[in-house]
């Protein structure tokens, strides 16, 4: 009993859980998303309905919007209303820790050594690390991997075709999570095609045995596609994904950005493609499975990307799983008892009392969390803000002001994209300039707030004249030769520092010094 309790894998999910409790206390909470999720759940759970119009802004107030991840905000805020910042950091440790104990506990029950175990699990934590944040895509990337690695059982026939029915289900509630649910649609699209196409040319390898089986899979796949539009705006949601993607992001948001081989992140996702390309090239001249190319679709989109880095990580992972064992690559793991053969299941079900340890933990520090008992990592207190990354520093300042905002006229400031999200949890009565909601602001704004931030930022003046705001909360420039709006607000005389912090600036507009 003792050792079924205190198996690999629990020993692996409490590991990568105080990990990610202890060196995550800040990082996990760096995305400037994670508090204007927090804010939408709560706007959203307390008027009983989805939101429809922009609340937070001045610039785009009142505006039609899409809460396009409405189900998994109102989650985290009702997980913050409970715990707080504490709560969303042990639900992000905790379900991370769980997608990638699965992945390990997938390996180990295939029949590969704790080594290469431990290898490829670095490997992906270390490429998908940089998205490990508290907001919905952490649940993007776990249903992804359960989607792939239903769709590689079905090709390898450990399950039938009919189980891919589950997947409608699934993405009825994943569409409603996060936008993420396009990757799994589109997953399932590749293998269904290969699959089809291979049965009607009567070549290749396919699980579609018979018509009725090919009809089903046709049918199964569309009303997947179908599922995103069970949600509260109906084709609203998928317009605003789409919106999302018309948008050149890669020059505005960090992590939309192509991958960057000067990088640690580039090289390990380079490691891992390569690694999964030579996999692959092990089972030829064998006949080659749909499931098995998919990564490579997505190795080609984490380059473009590097948000979608940890989704091709988990992807290379669970086609490793299925693909090694058999391809010339076998012989030599199992000569040096890297691998050991598993029976004709390849990969057997998993022990559920490994998980009573880890439930046992993660309760109690939940329940430790909601009673305010202080104590490290497990209880209160816990999470903290970088404050070089957030201006907590300048909370008082921000929330006097806040304190002093009309309700009927809410005041205005001006800030950097990735601030928003820190003034509309923070300041709630304020109304911010931008933040990183891209489908509202659109890329002509966009596009306008990135020129006047690295090469005019003299048009924040042109922009107060137009909308009349008062401060202007902006990102601290420690480069006093480049353009930034820091710079052009300490040399103007009509602009007052009235706060700083590491990361941040606080200015105040004196109109007086203006007419002078």
Same mark, same amino acid.
């Given at each position: 009993?003792?050792?079924?309790?205190?198996?690999?894998?629990?020993?692996?999910?409490?590991?990568?859980? &105080?990990g990610?409790m202890?060196?995550?206390?800040?990082?996990l909470l760096?995305?400037?998303?994670t508090?204007?999720h927090v804010e939408v759940?709560?706007?959203?759970?307390?008027?009983?309905?989805v939101?429809?119009?922009?609340p937070?802004?001045?610039?785009?107030?009142?505006?039609?919007?899409?809460?396009?991840?409405?189900?998994?905000?109102?989650?985290?805020?009702?997980v @913050?209303?409970?715990s707080g910042?504490?709560?969303l950091?042990?639900?992000t440790?905790?379900?991370?820790?769980?997608?990638?104990?699965?992945l390990?506990?997938?390996?180990l029950r295939?029949?590969?050594?704790?080594l290469?175990? *431990?290898?490829?699990?670095a490997?992906?934590?270390?490429?998908?690390s @940089?998205q490990f @944040?508290?907001?919905?895509?952490?649940v993007?990337?776990g249903l992804?991997?359960?989607?792939f690695?239903? &769709?590689?059982?079905v090709?390898?026939?450990?399950?039938?075709l009919?189980?891919?029915?589950?997947?409608?289900?699934?993405?009825?509630v994943? =569409?409603?999570? @996060?936008?993420?649910?396009l990757? *799994?649609?589109g997953?399932?699209?590749l293998c269904?095609?290969w699959w089809?196409?291979?049965?009607?040319?009567?070549?290749?390898?396919?699980?579609?045995r018979?018509?009725?089986? =090919?009809?089903?899979? =046709?049918v199964l796949t569309? &009303?997947?596609?179908l599922?995103?539009?069970?949600?509260?705006?109906?084709?609203d949601l998928?317009?605003?994904?789409?919106a999302t993607?018309a948008?050149?992001l890669? *020059?505005?948001?960090?992590?939309?950005?192509?991958l960057?081989?000067?990088d640690?992140?580039?090289?390990t996702?380079?490691?891992?493609g390569?690694?999964?390309?030579?996999?692959l090239i092990g089972?030829?001249?064998g006949?080659l499975?749909a499931?098995?190319?998919v990564?490579?679709?997505?190795?080609?989109?984490a380059?473009?990307?590097?948000r979608?880095?940890p989704?091709?990580a988990?992807?290379?992972?669970?086609?490793c799983?299925?693909l090694?064992? +058999?391809?010339r690559?076998?012989g030599?793991?199992?000569?040096?008892?890297m691998l050991q053969?598993?029976g004709a299941?390849?990969v057997?079900?998993?022990d559920?009392r490994?998980?009573?340890?880890?439930?046992?933990?993660?309760?109690?520090?939940?329940v430790?969390q909601?009673?305010?008992?202080?104590?490290?990592v497990?209880g209160?207190?816990?999470a903290r803000?970088?404050?070089?990354?957030?201006?907590?520093?300048?909370?008082a300042e921000?929330?006097?002001?806040d304190?002093?905002s009309?309700e009927?006229?809410?005041?205005?400031?001006f800030?950097d994209?990735?601030?928003g999200?820190?003034?509309?949890?923070?300041?709630p009565? &304020?109304?911010v300039?931008?933040?990183?909601?891209?489908?509202l602001?659109?890329?002509?704004?966009?596009?306008?707030y990135?020129?006047?931030?690295?090469?005019?930022?003299a048009?924040l003046?042109?922009w107060?004249?137009?909308?009349?705001f008062?401060?202007?909360?902006v990102?601290r420039?420690?480069?006093?030769?480049?353009a930034?709006?820091? +710079?052009?607000?300490r040399?103007?005389?009509?602009?007052t520092?009235?706060?700083?912090?590491?990361?941040?600036?606080l200015?105040r507009?004196?109109?007086?010094?203006?007419?002078?």
């Amino acid at each position: 009993m003792w050792r079924r309790l205190l198996s690999a894998e629990t020993g692996i999910f409490l590991g990568l859980w &105080l990990g990610l409790m202890l060196f995550g206390r800040s990082t996990l909470l760096r995305d400037p998303g994670t508090f204007w999720h927090v804010e939408v759940g709560r706007e959203i759970l307390d008027s009983g309905s989805v939101l429809r119009s922009d609340p937070f802004s001045f610039t785009r107030g009142a505006r039609p919007w899409t809460a396009h991840q409405w189900l998994a905000e109102c989650g985290m805020a009702a997980v @913050h209303g409970l715990s707080g910042f504490d709560g969303l950091l042990l639900a992000t440790a905790t379900l991370l820790a769980a997608v990638y104990t699965w992945l390990a506990s997938r390996m180990l029950r295939a029949g590969f050594h704790p080594l290469p175990v *431990g290898v490829v699990l670095a490997a992906v934590l270390l490429a998908g690390s @940089h998205q490990f @944040h508290a907001r919905p895509l952490i649940v993007s990337i776990g249903l992804l991997g359960l989607t792939f690695a239903w &769709l590689i059982d079905v090709d390898a026939g450990r399950r039938p075709l009919r189980w891919l029915w589950w997947l409608v289900p699934v993405n009825v509630v994943w =569409a409603n999570l @996060h936008a993420g649910v396009l990757a *799994g649609i589109g997953t399932l699209g590749l293998c269904a095609a290969w699959w089809l196409f291979a049965w009607l040319l009567g070549k290749g390898h396919t699980p579609v045995r018979c018509r009725r089986e =090919a009809i089903e899979l =046709a049918v199964l796949t569309l &009303l997947s596609v179908l599922a995103v539009l069970v949600n509260p705006y109906g084709l609203d949601l998928p317009r605003a994904w789409l919106a999302t993607l018309a948008i050149p992001l890669p *020059g505005l948001i960090e992590e939309h950005a192509p991958l960057d081989l000067r990088d640690p992140l580039g090289w390990t996702t380079l490691l891992l493609g390569f690694g999964y390309l030579a996999a692959l090239i092990g089972v030829f001249p064998g006949r080659l499975r749909a499931s098995w190319l998919v990564p490579l679709v997505w190795f080609v989109l984490a380059c473009q990307r590097v948000r979608n880095v940890p989704l091709f990580a988990i992807m290379a992972a669970i086609g490793c799983v299925d693909l090694l064992p +058999r391809s010339r690559w076998a012989g030599w793991l199992k000569r040096r008892e890297m691998l050991q053969p598993t029976g004709a299941e390849g990969v057997p079900r998993p022990d559920a009392r490994a998980t009573i340890l880890p439930l046992i933990v993660v309760v109690a520090a939940a329940v430790l969390q909601i009673a305010g008992v202080s104590a490290p990592v497990v209880g209160r207190g816990w999470a903290r803000f970088d404050p070089v990354r957030w201006p907590v520093g300048l909370l008082a300042e921000l929330q006097e002001i806040d304190r002093k905002s009309p309700e009927d006229a809410p005041t205005r400031i001006f800030n950097d994209l990735s601030l928003g999200g820190f003034v509309i949890h923070h300041a709630p009565k &304020l109304r911010v300039f931008i933040d990183d909601r891209c489908a509202l602001y659109g890329a002509e704004f966009l596009q306008a707030y990135e020129r006047a931030r690295r090469e005019d930022p003299a048009q924040l003046d042109r922009w107060q004249a137009e909308y009349g705001f008062r401060y202007a909360l902006v990102e601290r420039n420690a480069d006093e030769e480049a353009a930034s709006f820091d +710079r052009h607000l300490r040399s103007s005389a009509r602009w007052t520092r009235i706060g700083e912090s590491p990361g941040a600036v606080l200015y105040r507009f004196d109109p007086t010094a203006a007419e002078e």
